[in-house]
């Protein structure tokens, strides 16, 4: 008995094999038919018998291709059409319908062997790419995802590889990036001129990074910065020229193995590090493993580590090459370099040659960073290998754009169930910067076929993504919301959690700053929300920030004027004022006294930058968050004494800043100093929520804000909470920081309607 299905099927499913997968299924399965791609998935016809049709359709979720992600799948009896075999059809556009596309790819173990292979025809070529890998999301111009659609469209196919783009058994069926020596990309060596091309451009390259010379290397989301890293003279001139003093550089080392050499690689590490993420992962160093220059993480007791997710970078790696810096190539403050004319205009004073090559980037996108909590990721910056694949929401929602914030910028744009996280965008404080914002916004409108009916932004009235929320809003007559920003936090973590918002929850929100509905800077929150509305129901103390922004710089400020406003008297025996000149003493006396431009903050960020201060670890920073992080770094797993803090509904850090001092003046190492604050905050955090667990009658917790970027304090603080009975929610899809921002600001914007 002959029967018909016509089946639709949603998600990550194109550019991951799927109609090669489905092709060969009903073949298997004796079916007849067709499947196509669509601008809204994947569509599929088949017909044959009962039986085979339903065990296709059960085969269909449960051997996917592993790249594929099946969000929905819709199967319909339909008439037989009678088709003599299966086939795979031409894509089909449709107005107005979108589909969530793949993000950049890591080279497959199929492509390394065919890389390496002397008798394959790709041999040493470093665009090689098949279904299961290669670039993605930076390539793509527009849906359907197909090569005319695509910054591969330049490049026409050779025969070989025409015969191997249309044979449905070809690893490389429907590849759009498919290519090889005779008729790809092209990659050569700049240096003054054009020095060597193709295979010898990139073993010239590698012999360059052995001599020490710094190497623009021409990557798959843009520029790379790179140098051996195990040369002190080399990182040290690399810090030189970027102006960066201390701020961690990213490394890539050459294979896994040599990853657990210089670094302790947990099971749940190595899983991420050879993911087709490829993302760089925050490893805990090993003591004993030196070859690494300290220069390239100061102060750190982590690495940032990733492997080749490449062929150019495989083939840089060969014949034994050390750990290399591998950092975005980009003046300070400005977006990662993705264009050949760009790179030269802007990284000559940066770099000594230009590895280049022939394939457009139409989207650039930063290296993801991720650290491991509790058995799962904890995204510390999403772009490269997982944006754009959405975030599923917990309810349908209509079109939107939520702008985020000012530093570690992302958007988002939502459509039915999904939240359209973009790539990171960065610190919207240069032109430069703020362009990519702009144009990264165009492209996913256009890529997901959103033209928003509502704009969402900060409450800070100054953010330069604020500013383009009113211009756009005012131009094209939309509706804008203004959210306050750890509201936004809260409901990012929620969202991500897929928490329906029927019920509100206790929300922690720890940060460096965030803009107040009583015009203060928060920072130190617990809120109890949902996506409607909030309430602040306790916070730190609110204290001085001398000189406002500038002090952010200078922790040795922030001490001072903490001390003061605790009423603890500073002497000069402290790190803090020793650090300070009499004259910057002076100043600080005088505008804490008068309270002139000191505007009080409640931020828990500004209270790790004093602690750091007092222990005796940082003085002044380079980079957002050193302070803290090299406090987090200092701390002595083995202790188990903490600081006190009381727990009103302002939470004043005094007691636990005199003891602070005491430690210091009676000779305890920075280590138990910064362990026992740690111990102390996450005891308070436990204090406040039971507090507000049983004046609320809420049993459920968000955990969220920067300062949940530190693994020490969430690993005290989340059995604190467990052991009292509460449900913990904290992230693993986007950034605690603000980079997941925008996620619960579209979520909000839905909740408020």
Same mark, same amino acid.
């Given at each position: 008995?002959?029967?018909?299905?016509?089946?639709?099927?949603?998600?990550?499913?194109?550019?991951?094999?799927?109609?090669?997968?489905?092709?060969?299924?009903?073949?298997?399965?004796?079916?007849?038919?067709?499947?196509?791609?669509?601008?809204?998935?994947?569509?599929?016809?088949?017909?044959?018998?009962?039986?085979?049709?339903?065990?296709?359709?059960?085969?269909?979720?449960?051997?996917?291709?592993?790249?594929?992600?099946?969000?929905?799948?819709?199967?319909?009896?339909?008439?037989?059409?009678?088709?003599?075999?299966?086939?795979?059809?031409?894509?089909?556009?449709?107005?107005?319908?979108?589909?969530?596309?793949?993000?950049?790819?890591?080279?497959?173990?199929?492509?390394?062997?065919?890389?390496?292979?002397?008798?394959?025809?790709?041999?040493?070529?470093?665009?090689?790419?098949?279904?299961?890998?290669?670039?993605?999301?930076?390539?793509? %111009?527009?849906?359907?995802?197909?090569?005319?659609?695509?910054?591969?469209?330049?490049?026409?196919?050779?025969?070989?590889?025409?015969?191997?783009?249309?044979?449905?058994?070809?690893?490389?069926?429907?590849?759009?990036?498919?290519?090889?020596?005779?008729?790809?990309?092209?990659?050569?060596?700049?240096?003054?001129?054009?020095?060597?091309?193709?295979?010898?451009?990139?073993?010239?390259?590698?012999?360059?990074?052995?001599?020490?010379?710094?190497?623009?290397?021409?990557?798959?989301?843009?520029?790379?910065?790179?140098?051996?890293?195990?040369?002190?003279?080399?990182?040290?001139?690399?810090?030189? *020229?970027?102006?960066?003093?201390?701020?961690?550089?990213?490394?890539?080392?050459?294979?896994?193995?040599?990853?657990?050499?210089?670094?302790?690689?947990?099971?749940?590490?190595?899983?991420?590090?050879?993911?087709?993420?490829?993302?760089?992962?925050?490893?805990?160093?090993?003591?004993?493993?030196?070859?690494?220059?300290?220069?390239?993480?100061?102060?750190?007791?982590?690495?940032?580590?990733?492997?080749?997710?490449?062929?150019?970078?495989?083939?840089?790696?060969?014949?034994?090459?050390?750990?290399?810096?591998?950092?975005?190539?980009?003046?300070?403050?400005?977006?990662?370099?993705?264009?050949?004319?760009?790179?030269?205009? *802007?990284?000559?004073?940066?770099?000594?040659?230009?590895?280049?090559?022939?394939?457009?980037?139409?989207?650039?996108?930063?290296?993801?960073?991720?650290?491991?909590?509790?058995?799962?990721?904890?995204?510390?910056?999403?772009?490269?290998?997982?944006?754009?694949?959405?975030?599923?929401?917990?309810?349908?929602?209509?079109?939107?754009?939520?702008?985020?914030?000012?530093?570690?910028? %992302?958007?988002?744009?939502?459509?039915?169930?999904?939240?359209?996280?973009?790539?990171?965008?960065?610190?919207?404080?240069?032109?430069?910067?703020?362009?990519?914002?702009?144009?990264?916004?165009?492209?996913?409108?256009?890529?997901?076929?959103?033209?928003?009916?509502?704009?969402?932004?900060?409450?800070?009235?100054?953010?330069?993504?604020?500013?383009?929320?009113?211009?756009?809003?005012?131009?094209?007559?939309?509706? *804008?919301?203004?959210?306050?920003?750890?509201?936004?936090?809260?409901?990012?973590?929620?969202?991500?959690?897929?928490?329906?918002?029927?019920?509100?929850?206790?929300?922690?929100?720890?940060?460096?700053?965030?803009?107040?509905?009583?015009?203060?800077?928060?920072?130190?929150?617990?809120?109890?929300?949902?996506?409607?509305?909030?309430?602040?129901?306790?916070?730190?103390?609110?204290?001085?920030?001398?000189?406002?922004?500038?002090?952010?710089?200078?922790?040795?400020?922030?001490?001072?004027?903490?001390?003061?406003?605790?009423?603890?008297?500073?002497?000069?025996?402290?790190?803090?004022?020793?650090?300070?000149?009499?004259?910057?003493?002076?100043?600080?006396?005088?505008?804490?006294?008068?309270?002139?431009?000191?505007?009080?903050?409640?931020?828990?960020?500004?209270?790790?930058?004093?602690?750091?201060?007092?222990?005796?670890?940082?003085?002044?920073?380079?980079?957002?968050?050193?302070?803290?992080?090299?406090?987090?770094?200092?701390?002595?797993?083995?202790?188990?004494?903490?600081?006190?803090?009381?727990?009103?509904?302002?939470?004043?850090?005094?007691?636990?800043?005199?003891?602070?001092?005491?430690?210091? *003046?009676?000779?305890?190492?920075?280590?138990?100093?910064?362990?026992?604050?740690?111990?102390?905050?996450?005891?308070?955090?436990?204090?406040?929520?039971?507090?507000?667990?049983?004046?609320?009658?809420?049993?459920?917790?968000?955990?969220?804000?920067?300062?949940?970027?530190?693994?020490?304090?969430?690993?005290?603080?989340?059995?604190?909470?467990?052991?009292?009975?509460?449900?913990?929610?904290?992230?693993?899809?986007?950034?605690?920081?603000?980079?997941?921002?925008?996620?619960?600001?579209?979520?909000?914007?839905?909740?408020?309607?």
């Amino acid at each position: 008995m002959m029967v018909g299905k016509t089946i639709h099927i949603t998600g990550v499913v194109q550019g991951v094999g799927f109609r090669p997968f489905v092709y060969k299924l009903a073949r298997q399965h004796g079916l007849a038919g067709w499947v196509r791609n669509t601008s809204a998935g994947v569509d599929i016809h088949a017909e044959g018998e009962p039986e085979s049709l339903q065990a296709f359709l059960d085969a269909l979720t449960a051997q996917a291709p592993p790249l594929a992600r099946i969000d929905s799948l819709t199967a319909a009896d339909s008439p037989p059409e009678y088709h003599a075999a299966f086939e795979i059809r031409y894509s089909e556009a449709q107005q107005g319908a979108f589909q969530p596309i793949s993000p950049d790819i890591a080279l497959c173990a199929d492509c390394r062997r065919e890389l390496l292979d002397p008798a394959d025809r790709r041999f040493r070529y470093p665009f090689i790419n098949c279904t299961n890998c290669g670039p993605r999301f930076t390539i793509i %111009t527009d849906i359907p995802y197909d090569r005319p659609l695509t910054t591969m469209a330049a490049f026409t196919l050779c025969a070989a590889c025409e015969a191997e783009y249309h044979d449905p058994a070809d690893r490389r069926f429907h590849a759009q990036p498919v290519a090889c020596p005779d008729c790809g990309p092209q990659v050569w060596l700049e240096g003054g001129g054009i020095t060597a091309r193709g295979d010898a451009a990139i073993r010239q390259a590698a012999d360059g990074l052995r001599a020490g010379k710094i190497l623009a290397i021409k990557g798959l989301g843009g520029f790379h910065l790179a140098c051996d890293a195990t040369n002190t003279a080399a990182v040290a001139e690399l810090r030189r *020229r970027k102006g960066r003093v201390a701020k961690p550089f990213a490394l890539m080392m050459a294979d896994l193995e040599m990853a657990e050499r210089h670094c302790q690689v947990s099971q749940v590490e190595a899983r991420i590090l050879t993911s087709p993420a490829a993302p760089i992962v925050l490893l805990r160093r090993r003591p004993e493993a030196a070859a690494v220059a300290a220069e390239v993480a100061p102060g750190q007791a982590v690495l940032g580590v990733m492997l080749p997710y490449t062929p150019l970078h495989v083939l840089l790696f060969e014949d034994g090459m050390p750990p290399l810096v591998m950092t975005s190539g980009n003046l300070s403050e400005e977006p990662i370099v993705t264009d050949n004319a760009d790179a030269r205009a *802007r990284l000559p004073a940066l770099a000594d040659v230009f590895l280049m090559h022939d394939r457009d980037i139409h989207i650039r996108t930063d290296d993801s960073v991720v650290r491991v909590f509790d058995g799962e990721e904890l995204p510390v910056r999403r772009s490269r290998g997982y944006a754009p694949y959405p975030v599923r929401l917990p309810f349908d929602v209509p079109p939107m754009l939520a702008v985020g914030a000012e530093l570690k910028n %992302t958007f988002c744009v939502t459509r039915d169930s999904y939240a359209f996280m973009s790539h990171h965008i960065g610190d919207l404080e240069t032109y430069e910067t703020v362009q990519s914002f702009e144009q990264g916004i165009t492209h996913f409108e256009r890529l997901f076929r959103i033209q928003p009916g509502q704009i969402i932004h900060d409450l800070h009235p100054d953010y330069l993504s604020t500013r383009y929320a009113q211009t756009r809003a005012e131009a094209e007559g939309l509706p *804008r919301l203004a959210v306050q920003h750890h509201h936004a936090h809260i409901a990012a973590c929620l969202a991500e959690n897929r928490h329906p918002g029927d019920r509100p929850v206790i929300g922690v929100c720890f940060d460096g700053t965030g803009y107040g509905t009583d015009g203060t800077i928060w920072g130190g929150e617990f809120l109890i929300a949902d996506y409607r509305s909030f309430e602040r129901a306790a916070h730190l103390k609110p204290l001085p920030l001398p000189g406002g922004d500038a002090a952010t710089r200078k922790p040795a400020r922030i001490a001072l004027a903490y001390l003061l406003a605790c009423g603890l008297a500073p002497d000069d025996d402290l790190p803090p004022l020793r650090a300070l000149s009499p004259v910057e003493r002076d100043i600080i006396y005088k505008q804490v006294a008068a309270g002139l431009n000191t505007p009080l903050t409640s931020s828990m960020g500004r209270l790790f930058d004093a602690v750091s201060a007092l222990a005796g670890i940082c003085q002044a920073v380079t980079y957002e968050g050193q302070a803290a992080i090299e406090l987090e770094a200092a701390v002595d797993p083995a202790e188990s004494g903490a600081y006190d803090f009381d727990t009103a509904a302002v939470i004043s850090p005094a007691g636990a800043l005199e003891q602070v001092i005491a430690d210091y *003046r009676a000779g305890v190492s920075p280590a138990v100093i910064a362990a026992r604050f740690h111990n102390g905050a996450a005891r308070m955090i436990q204090d406040a929520c039971l507090r507000l667990s049983e004046q609320y009658g809420l049993d459920e917790v968000a955990l969220s804000g920067g300062v949940f970027q530190n693994v020490m304090l969430l690993g005290k603080t989340l059995p604190l909470l467990r052991q009292a009975g509460l449900r913990v929610y904290k992230h693993r899809l986007v950034p605690p920081n603000d980079g997941g921002l925008a996620l619960g600001q579209a979520a909000i914007g839905f909740g408020s309607r």
